[in-house]
């Protein structure tokens, strides 16, 4: 399984990013697909995750503020991120994984998120 990130950048306190994620190859037909991130010296943490059967999962520091969609025809999990916070200022990793199999865990290459005035 192969997935590719876009959409990381520098944007202003206040403002908004979309970050987009396609999955490639083998599919698990049960999965969730998600979004963690790592800021510098920190451990990476989730922020937002939703199974093929459409439920979201939130952080607390993103809720009301970011919103996670997928298209499952497409294979692919979007994470529009408004209000940004300079605390939200980390690498978002995209990430796929199924309970059908503890093994089934995949990354992408991760996107580099910088909230900064």
């Known amino acids: 399984v192969q997935l590719q990130a876009s959409g990381g950048g520098l944007v202003q306190p206040g403002g908004s990013l979309r970050l987009s994620c396609a999955a490639s190859g083998s599919i698990a037909s049960i999965n969730t697909m998600g979004w963690y991130r790592q800021a510098p010296g920190k451990q990476r943490e989730l922020v937002a995750s939703?199974?093929?059967?459409?439920?979201?999962n939130y952080a607390d520091s993103v809720k009301g503020r970011f919103t996670i969609s997928r298209d499952n025809a497409k294979n692919t999990v979007s994470l529009q991120m408004n209000s940004l916070k300079p605390e939200d200022t980390a690498v978002y990793y995209c990430n796929i994984r199924s309970i059908l199999s503890a093994t089934y865990n995949f990354w992408g290459q991760g996107t580099l998120v910088t909230v900064s005035s």
């Open positions: 939703i199974t093929n059967a459409g439920r979201p």
